[in-house]
């Protein structure tokens, strides 16, 4: 399997969080830095819809201290990184 | 590990009481599923408004009784092996109800309710509600959080 960037990552959570988002300016500058409550407003309920959508999309389990921490884009991409070069 | 509780218990765990305890009995209880029902009696307080001279349970009030059994008492029953039971507290965080059917004074209303998932504190499920000749008066989904104090 290719391995993906954290580019395609990005791209694709940028997809996945798109729905839940309740300030759309967020999403024009969306990196890394990006956080999902203060730059989003996605509401913390709300993200654990996000963090489901992201255990379909990139076939993960997220454990709940990783849940706990991943307050930024980057955050996301770290947790993708480590579930998917552990399988 | 102790064990789950029964729904006679569950009920007396909620954080309810009259004139907000829409829930009069839970048949059912298991991982997945939640079963109620709650009657409608006509001397409650919300007919005299609602509408004025022509009495019909609200839709606030039908989906607060989908949530109590569907949601509330799915998520005691749930925990209730959990050492936090004691002073649980749950939080509605949304709900998306399609309403088919009115509800009028002195109905008994039937309440189903599927968990779709309990991940992160995060307990969503599938209600529905039936009215006495088994039609579907509403239907949805609900979701609330466990609020850790």
Known sequence: MIKMTDQDIISRLKHIVKPYVQREIGMQDFNKQTDFLKDLEINSANLVDVVLDVEDEFGIEVDNDSMQGMLRVGDAVNIINNKKSIQ | ?149
């Open chain 2, 1 to 149: 590990m102790c064990q789950k509780l029964k729904p006679t218990d569950v009920i007396s765990k909620l954080p309810y009481a009259k004139p907000f305890l829409f829930v009069d009995e839970l048949t059912f209880l298991s991982e997945n599923k939640a079963e109620g029902n709650f009657h409608f009696l006509p001397e409650l307080d919300f007919y005299k408004g609602h509408f004025k001279d022509n009495p019909v349970t609200p839709g606030v009030i039908l989906t607060e009784c989908m949530a109590q059994i569907g949601l509330v008492s799915l998520g005691i029953y749930l925990l209730s092996d959990s050492e936090n039971i004691k002073n649980l507290k749950i939080g509605l965080t949304s709900t998306e109800i399609e309403f088919l059917k009115p509800v009028y004074p002195d109905e008994k209303v039937q309440v189903l309710s599927e968990k779709i998932y309990f991940r992160f504190n995060k307990l969503k499920c599938k209600v529905q509600m039936l009215d006495s000749e088994n039609d579907v008066v509403c239907r949805g989904s609900i979701a609330g959080m466990i609020l850790n104090n």
